[in-house]
């Protein structure tokens, strides 16, 4: 059975269809990579997922339970955690203020809550030498990293990036995709969409291509990576 199963699912903006029937499976342990360019349906597949948008068809199944019609915070409360794009960090809390929001969904449990925060702390170590630190005052990238923490202190089961690589430099780029391995390693799955894919197929277990709504192609990120066709769209200097 796999973690996260994604049917022919549609998405509707008023009249306009934003998502034509798109399959995806996320197999537990997986770091899986949704490619598209701009307007694509990325975010708004992020966005079903997580969801904070209502579906017109399909299913989405999760751990095996039909979840279509289940509210944003409670998917959040089963193990649905999502780093929108854009971060939305808390910019007049504190480091540890927006932190403590991520782990808003669950129940208050001392013991948990710290070890949560130390081992985002290990991930990030910069988050912690700036726990004091406005959210607003941090730089694009220790934001990105503020965010992916945030999602991570809700103890998700599947973990929802949004273009965690929009606006960053390339060090900085390469440096989110190291944690993201890391956290995927420590036991978490992924599932990420991105525009720029270098960093994002080589990094994937599994990938897919998103056009216009629908799902193109689908492989390794190996197999991706060297397809003539995505090499060519999508691939770009890293
Ligand atoms: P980007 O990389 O530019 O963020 P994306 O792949 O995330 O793009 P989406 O934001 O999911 O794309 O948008 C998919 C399509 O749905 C686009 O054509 C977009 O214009 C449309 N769309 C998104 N949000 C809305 C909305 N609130 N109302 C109407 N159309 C929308």
Redesign the pocket.
Known sequence: MALLEINDLTVH??R?Q?LHGISITVEEGEIVSLI?A???????TMRAIAGLLGSSGGSITFEGNDITKMKGHTRVAHGISLTP?GRGIFPAMTVVENLDMGAYARKKDPKAYAEDLERVFGLFPRLKERAKQLGGTMSGGEQQMLAIGRALMARPRVLLLD?PSMGLAPQFIRQIFAIIEEVNKQGTTVLLVE?NANQALKRADRAYILETGAITREGTGAELAADPAVKAAYLGAD
Do not use: L, R
């Open positions: 903006y008023g306009i934003a598209g701009n307007g694509a349906g990325k975010t708004t794009e273009e525009q």
